[in-house]
């Protein structure tokens, strides 16, 4: 057939299917409707813009009409915005961003509130208060291997802390700060049953990071560290008081894996720089990033946290106290039964375990390979003493041959991988800027296992991926969403720096198509995708007066008829509520020096009834969900006259909704 009449055939349908998705989507009769020519226009549409069939089928698969909801939520991280934003897939629509980390005036974080405030308290760093952070990978809570839609953790990178979402209202309940480390990185995320959020360490460092050792002491007193922070559900916080940690060699600790069903219990983390090189202030030694990268193999560590668990609670596991945190010493931990390692190929990054948990693959970003490990031959080494001797620390190291069940030839710059729920991995190629599918031990197809199947350009050199449910028991498929970085781009032109950029993939089929670009701000790490009637975020709180920070009625409650204002000396407690489209009271007048104290009550019940409260030349900008209450104290230290407003629309009258603070001399 001629290929211009097959394209203007296959034009033609996809127009009226167009159409009928339209219709459908409308509940009409698609028969009734279909007169006018409306399938030419549509076919005129597509003709006009050079559309190719594949333009048209992703089209067509991304499509979400107006008033219907995407499948899956995906949480990817925000980078150096420290935020996580949250998109609709496969619309991939943005759908909200929540800051953790950094302030954000849209939604009033970090800008003049109590809570806020106490959160950045709880995350200080070296005793300073660090309003900025650099989130890599996000992680959901589960319940036996699955996602449960209650809970988003996010590790902030630059400053070593963890922050903890309520996906009820979206918006922190917690921000940690692990006191041994300066910067975290692996995340090997939560166990089989969110008992534990589990951190590694990156870089070394003495233990705690703020005690000085020269670096010339690096090998003798710098170490990495993992630390296994109980997560307690019903308050949903992680509980410092009750952590381990099981102190690491000074190589760099990066991507972590945690076991599922028959490996749950086991954690294994990868690591690069096992050279432990060190930045040699010009004095002629190779960079960083040649001195890191000698050998042809570094390490993977295979740590039993069950074990350490339970002989914590007999009191059979020696530990030192440092900062307030149990450390189990290398040697303690080793003479235990607890941790053991494994050569793993060159520079790795991504440490995954399958689904079924009997594999992990391991991907060497200087080597060409995936090597996926077996836990039952890791199990079977490890009972017959099948070492190849110990590293400088004294910790066995797996035979390589003993405990390796495949490696697979991939191509250059491996990552990340995740899986399916046929039988397939996914792995990001960096420096092949590809994603690359391949078959485990029994995929679907019947293909011959542990074999590259295909490579999709992705155009982009590519970090991580993630799958729909792909690190969980029983991922989802159909969709994967691959992060990219360096590129030279794909999209208008904003400067120097592009944007970042996910490309959403279809796997539902045999081979697998790109279907969209979505830029982004920041730099995308990390993803995770659950389906969305997973989640059950509330419409308002659940009674007038709630305390987001504290779940639960807040003391400063103010109900209407109860508005006023107290003072105590200098201290002025004004109780206010907000309501379309007013403020009670709408004046507060005080004297310069006077210590201010804020408490508004958003009483509106109706869904989306948000309101905002900006205090001009005060810094103060509050988000006040329906319900909720919302505290923040402040010094009047200057004199004038300044007005506050409602900063989030909420009514026709919304720019009625405003009041004066002044300030006398």
């Not at 990178?157 to 918006?171: C, E, M, P, S, W």
């Not at 050569?343 to 391991?362: L, N, Q, Y």
């Not at 996926?372 to 066995?396: C, H, R, V, Y």
């Not at 030349?617 to 200057?638: E, Y």
């Amino acid at each position: 057939m001629n290929k211009k009449i097959q394209f203007g055939l296959y034009t033609a349908a996809a127009g009226l299917a167009l159409f009928a998705v339209a219709l459908l989507g409308s509940g009409k009769n698609i028969f009734a409707q279909m007169s006018g020519g409306l399938g030419s226009s549509l076919e005129a549409i597509i003709k006009a813009r050079e559309l190719s069939p594949d333009d048209v089928e992703a089209a067509l698969k991304t499509f979400v009409p107006p008033g219907s909801y995407d499948e899956y939520y995906m949480f990817a991280s925000g980078g150096q915005a420290g935020n996580v934003e949250v998109f609709g897939v496969p619309s991939m629509r943005l759908m909200k961003n929540i800051p953790i980390f950094s302030e954000d005036s849209w939604q009033g974080y970090g800008i003049g509130d109590n809570e806020t405030k106490k959160l950045f308290a709880q995350g200080k760093a070296a005793g300073m208060t660090q309003t900025w952070g650099d989130v890599h990978h996000p992680a959901l809570s589960v319940t036996k291997g699955m996602y449960d839609g209650q809970f988003l953790f996010a590790n902030d990178k630059a400053n070593g802390r963890i922050g903890v979402v309520d996906l009820r209202d979206f918006h922190v309940k917690q921000i940690v700060k692990n006191p041994l480390i300066a910067t975290n990185h692996c995340g090997a995320k939560l166990t089989e049953n969110s008992e534990y959020y589990v951190e590694g360490s990156q870089f070394g460092t003495p233990l705690p990071y703020t005690k000085f050792v020269p670096l010339e002491r690096y090998k003798e007193e710098y170490r990495g560290l993992v630390t296994f922070w109980p997560f307690n559900r019903a308050e949903g916080k992680l509980e410092q008081s009750k952590t381990f940690t099981i102190e690491l060699p000074p190589y760099y600790q990066d991507l972590g894996g945690m076991g599922k069903q028959v490996s749950n219990g086991w954690v294994f983390i990868n690591t690069y720089n096992a050279e432990m090189a060190t930045p040699d202030d010009l004095k002629g030694k190779p960079p960083m990033e040649i001195a890191a990268s000698q050998r042809e193999m570094d390490y993977l560590h295979i740590i039993n946290w069950k074990r350490a668990e339970e002989l914590l609670a007999k009191g059979q596991l020696k530990y030192n106290r440092i900062s307030g945190m149990r450390v189990v010493p290398i040697a303690e931990a080793v003479a235990k039964g607890i941790l053991y390692q494994a050569a793993e190929p060159k520079s790795p990054h991504g440490s995954d375990v399958t689904p079924d948990g009997r594999f992990i693959t391991v991907s060497g970003k200087l080597d060409p390979h995936v090597t996926i490990f077996s836990f039952d031959k890791i199990q079977k080494a490890i009972a017959a003493k099948n070492f190849e001797g110990k590293d400088e620390f004294g910790i066995p190291v797996l035979r390589f041959k003993d405990v390796v069940e495949a490696q697979v030839e991939v191509g250059l710059g491996p990552l990340h991988t995740e899986y399916d729920d046929k039988g397939y991995a996914y792995t990001s190629m960096f420096l092949d800027s590809s994603i690359n599918k391949w078959s485990l031990d029994k995929p679907a197809g019947g293909e011959k296992p542990w074999t590259l199947l295909q490579s999709l350009p992705v155009h982009y050199n590519t970090g991580h991926l993630v799958v729909a449910g792909g690190d969980t028991i029983k991922p989802y498929g159909k969709y994967l969403v691959t992060l990219n970085k360096w590129s030279l781009d794909r999209a208008l032109p904003v400067g120097p720096l592009h944007p970042q950029n996910l490309q959403l993939i279809d796997i539902s089929g045999p081979t697998m198509k790109l279907l969209s670009d979505t830029p982004v701000v920041g730099e995308p790490h990390y993803a995770v995708m659950i389906k969305a009637d997973k989640l059950k975020p509330w419409k308002a709180y659940p009674e007038v007066g709630y305390s987001a920070l504290e779940r639960k009625a807040s003391a400063t409650l103010t109900l209407p008829g109860k508005e006023r204002v107290e003072r105590n000396g200098k201290d002025v407690h004004v109780f206010m509520t907000a309501q379309r489209s007013h403020f009670t009271p709408d004046r507060i007048d005080l004297n310069q020096g006077e210590r201010v104290h804020l408490h508004i009550t958003n009483i509106e019940r109706a869904e989306d009834a948000t309101h905002g409260f900006a205090l001009s030349s005060h810094n103060i900008n509050l988000s006040i969900d329906p319900g909720a209450t919302v505290d923040v104290d402040f010094t009047v230290d200057r004199s004038g006259v300044f007005p506050f407003y409602c900063s989030e629309f909420c009514s026709a009258l919304h720019m009625e909704m405003m009041g004066y603070l002044t300030v006398k001399k």
